[in-house]
């Protein structure tokens, strides 16, 4: 990377961020995926969604972060929690877990000034067998996105093999919702859909950092948001299930900033 190069914004309107940048961003993502992890144990059936959230909010602060989410246009919480219909923006409340529900949460920490964003599902007791297929494509259509992440690709390449790979497993992808730019910032351009062409959009670059996020229904792909004016749903009330990284294109890929210290990643292990 070339001194002009450094700092650059993008005819798109994205920042091409420096090779310093990179550990900025990775100690921001690993405190975020740190807290996804602790959390993982405490996801029970009868615990209440403001619970985890405390617990959450209680390791932002001793982790010497700051939560992104309190305060964000008016978000009062350190995590979206997200239970079996909710597509994302789930507020989390005095509601308890049921066996079998499936949950995603997201959290957005800032160290440094650099913004860590990532969630993952979890599941309340005994996963069913169509939940877990849902989890499983929702998790490999993620990972292969990010596989399409390097430059000289562009933004499509990585919604159309989301979209291509979840549409062949007969579920559908959220329209509505998208990843982002982030580094400095929580939400930067470009959007990052998880549907598209090949070849359109923006051309990816070494130094552009951003989310990938699918949500992924096993009905219909419509949303609605709800009279709190956060919580999606899916409007056919089928399961939808979310997985999100903050990763940074390389000169030869990407680097995953928000990967699971402990591997608890994946929708199927065991704590
Ligand atoms: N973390 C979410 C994302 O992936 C944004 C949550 S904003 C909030 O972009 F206000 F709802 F928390
Ligand atoms: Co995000
Ligand atoms: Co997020």
Not at 60 to 66: H, I, K, N
Not at 151 to 169: M, R
Request: proline share 4%; net charge negative; with cysteine.
């Amino acid at each position: 990377m070339d001194e002009t190069h450094r700092g650059r914004i993008t005819k798109d309107g994205i920042r091409i961020y420096e090779d310093a940048d990179y550990a900025g961003m990775l100690a921001a993502g690993q405190v975020a995926a740190q807290i996804l992890d602790e959390v993982a144990p405490l996801v029970v059936p009868g615990v209440s969604t403001e619970e985890l959230d405390a617990f959450i909010e209680r390791r932002v602060v001793e982790l010497g972060t700051t939560s992104a989410t309190i305060g964000y246009k008016g978000y009062k919480h350190a995590s979206c929690i997200s239970v079996n219909h909710v597509v994302c923006h789930g507020i989390p409340g005095h509601k308890t877990l049921k066996d079998g529900d499936i949950l995603n949460i997201d959290v957005t920490v800032i160290k440094d000034g650099w913004f860590g964003d990532t969630s993952r599902m979890y599941v309340a007791g005994k996963l069913s067998r169509k939940a877990e297929r849902l989890l499983q494509v929702t998790y490999d259509s993620l990972m292969i996105g990010i596989e399409a992440v390097k430059p000289g690709n562009t933004f499509g390449d990585i919604g159309h093999a989301i979209q291509t790979y979840v549409e062949s497993n007969r579920m559908s992808v959220v329209r509505d919702f998208c990843g982002h730019g982030l580094g400095r910032v929580f939400h930067a351009p470009p959007n990052v859909l998880h549907y598209g062409r090949p070849g359109t959009g923006p051309v990816l670059e070494e130094g552009m950092f951003f989310t990938i996020e699918p949500m992924v229904n096993l009905g219909r792909p419509e949303t609605k948001v709800l009279s709190d004016d956060w919580t999606a749903v899916t409007r056919d009330k089928s399961l939808s299930a979310q997985y999100e990284h903050s990763i940074g294109v390389t000169a030869t890929g990407c680097e995953i900033f928000t990967l699971s210290p402990g591997n608890l990643f994946h929708p199927t292990y065991k704590v």
